[in-house]
């Protein structure tokens, strides 16, 4: 393991050029032409096969036959418009790697070139997935039946609330399911003077969010995690009229499949009840397809740690209630999702995912090819 550390240092300089190319270069969920490309590119150079799968993903296969080991990078960006000045920032209006898949896909080019270098016995398939970022992108590569034969997935985000340099691991649950939803009411409206005349479905919507809380409160128990947040609501047109109709939409999250589905039964029930109790109607809809919970396989877990607590500092990695499409893969095989820590304070790179200003401290990029290199030889050789 100690010549794949030296091998991943040896690359921190190409690592970083590869790193600023890809974020000069954004591309959205399903749009990620150019980077597939370049991926390919940079796959066959190592003379590893590529397949194209799921419109723009890429998995390039390295060995053949023994164990079958899976690493997985997302490589789309975010609709946002950059503000970090930069030399490598943005060079597309409105368009930004805000999430560090950029990172990801560099750490990942990185580690095929280590693992093509010192080729482990067995079989590692790349996974360069689309759409990550509510595109469901996970879900398609998944579904495609070229990673059928795979026997455990690893994959690896880079973690702005994770110390820079450390390796974020954790067995069981580690990430939420996502849920999108849309609540209806209808009610009567009229004159603003003269609410005992209407049905007032701003007032029927309130309720509805207040009584959706006490799910978490007295529904689930206190020691399993659930948040029901409302994120947009739209009613009205004017300041002096009740209006026949309110909306609210929102996301469900939560660490169990259980949990998960018990909250989306509950909050279509609540809304139907509660609109019908105050004279109105409601209705309950899912807007998009859900994305499981992220459970890290225990066994996995421990591997990673033996095997990579003597050359980096591993810590526990923080539990967050936000999703991640690599949980589909775990529906094939075992799987364990790991952070990487990139807030440097000294560098000003504090700033979470998915805002303006995101940055990756690039000096862990080759921690991030080497924990990938080590993970699947130790993987293929057990």
Same mark, same amino acid.
């Given at each position: 393991?100690? $010549?794949?550390?030296?091998?991943?240092?040896? #690359?921190?300089?190409?690592?970083?050029?590869?790193?600023?190319?890809?974020?000069?270069?954004?591309?959205?969920?399903?749009?990620?032409?150019?980077?597939?490309?370049?991926?390919?590119?940079?796959?066959?150079?190592?003379?590893? $096969?590529?397949?194209?799968?799921?419109?723009? %993903?890429?998995?390039?296969?390295?060995?053949?036959?023994?164990?079958?080991?899976?690493? /997985?990078?997302?490589? +789309?960006?975010?609709?946002?418009?950059?503000?970090? $000045?930069?030399?490598? =920032?943005?060079?597309? !209006?409105?368009?930004?790697?805000?999430?560090?898949?950029?990172?990801?896909?560099?750490?990942?080019?990185?580690?095929? =070139?280590?693992?093509?270098?010192?080729?482990?016995?067995?079989?590692?398939?790349?996974?360069?997935? !689309?759409?990550?970022?509510?595109?469901?992108?996970?879900?398609?590569?998944?579904?495609?039946?070229?990673?059928?034969?795979?026997?455990?997935?690893?994959?690896?985000?880079?973690?702005?609330?994770?110390?820079?340099?450390?390796?974020?691991? /954790?067995?069981?649950?580690?990430?939420?399911?996502?849920?999108?939803?849309?609540?209806?009411?209808? %009610?009567?409206?009229?004159?603003?003077?003269? !609410?005992?005349?209407?049905?007032?479905?701003?007032?029927?919507?309130?309720?509805?969010?207040?009584?959706?809380?006490?799910?978490?409160?007295?529904?689930?128990?206190?020691?399993?995690?659930?948040?029901?947040?409302?994120?947009?609501?739209?009613? %009205?047109?004017?300041?002096?009229?009740?209006?026949?109709?309110?909306?609210?939409?929102?996301?469900?999250?939560?660490?169990?499949?259980?949990?998960? +589905?018990?909250?989306?039964?509950?909050?279509?029930?609540?809304?139907?009840?509660?609109?019908?109790?105050? =004279?109105?109607?409601?209705?309950?809809?899912?807007?998009?397809? @859900?994305?499981?919970?992220?459970?890290?396989?225990?066994? #996995?877990?421990?591997?990673?740690?033996?095997?990579?607590? @003597?050359? #980096?500092?591993?810590?526990?990695?923080?539990?967050?209630?936000?999703?991640?499409?690599?949980?589909?893969?775990? /529906?094939?095989?075992?799987?364990?999702?790991?952070?990487?820590?990139?807030?440097?304070?000294?560098?000003?790179?504090?700033? @979470?995912?998915?805002?303006? /200003?995101?940055?990756?401290?690039?000096?862990?990029?080759?921690?991030?090819?080497?924990?990938?290199?080590?993970?699947?030889?130790?993987?293929?050789?057990?």
């Amino acid at each position: 393991m100690k $010549e794949i550390i030296d091998l991943a240092k040896g #690359l921190q300089p190409w690592l970083v050029e590869t790193r600023r190319r890809l974020h000069r270069h954004p591309e959205l969920a399903w749009e990620e032409v150019e980077t597939s490309r370049f991926v390919e590119e940079e796959l066959r150079k190592l003379g590893i $096969e590529t397949k194209k799968v799921a419109k723009t %993903g890429v998995i390039g296969i390295l060995g053949s036959g023994g164990r079958v080991v899976a690493l /997985r990078a997302d490589m +789309d960006a975010l609709p946002i418009q950059e503000e970090n $000045e930069v030399p490598y =920032r943005s060079e597309v !209006p409105g368009k930004m790697h805000a999430c560090g898949h950029d990172a990801h896909v560099a750490m990942l080019l990185g580690a095929a =070139r280590i693992l093509a270098r010192i080729r482990p016995k067995g079989t590692v398939k790349f996974i360069f997935q !689309p759409a990550e970022e509510g595109g469901l992108g996970g879900k398609r590569m998944a579904e495609s039946g070229e990673l059928d034969d795979v026997e455990a997935f690893f994959g690896i985000h880079v973690w702005a609330h994770l110390e820079s340099g450390k390796i974020g691991i /954790r067995g069981g649950p580690l990430w939420a399911s996502a849920d999108a939803y849309h609540i209806a009411v209808k %009610g009567k409206g009229g004159h603003g003077a003269m !609410p005992h005349r209407t049905v007032d479905p701003i007032s029927v919507l309130v309720s509805i969010f207040e009584e959706s809380q006490r799910i978490i409160t007295r529904e689930v128990s206190p020691l399993e995690p659930l948040v029901i947040t409302v994120g947009k609501v739209e009613a %009205g047109t004017t300041w002096n009229v009740i209006p026949g109709e309110a909306h609210m939409w929102g996301t469900i999250r939560a660490f169990t499949q259980e949990t998960r +589905d018990y909250a989306v039964r509950r909050l279509g029930e609540i809304a139907e009840a509660v609109a019908r109790a105050h =004279r109105a109607e409601a209705t309950f809809e899912l807007t998009m397809e @859900p994305i499981p919970p992220t459970v890290n396989d225990e066994g #996995l877990a421990r591997m990673a740690k033996e095997a990579l607590s @003597p050359y #980096l500092e591993v810590v526990e990695a923080p539990r967050e209630l936000v999703a991640e499409d690599f949980s589909f893969y775990s /529906r094939i095989a075992p799987a364990l999702f790991i952070l990487l820590g990139i807030r440097n304070e000294e560098k000003g790179i504090v700033y @979470p995912h998915h805002h303006p /200003r995101f940055n990756v401290d690039e000096d862990v990029l080759w921690m991030g090819s080497a924990t990938h290199a080590i993970l699947a030889k130790r993987f293929l050789e057990s």
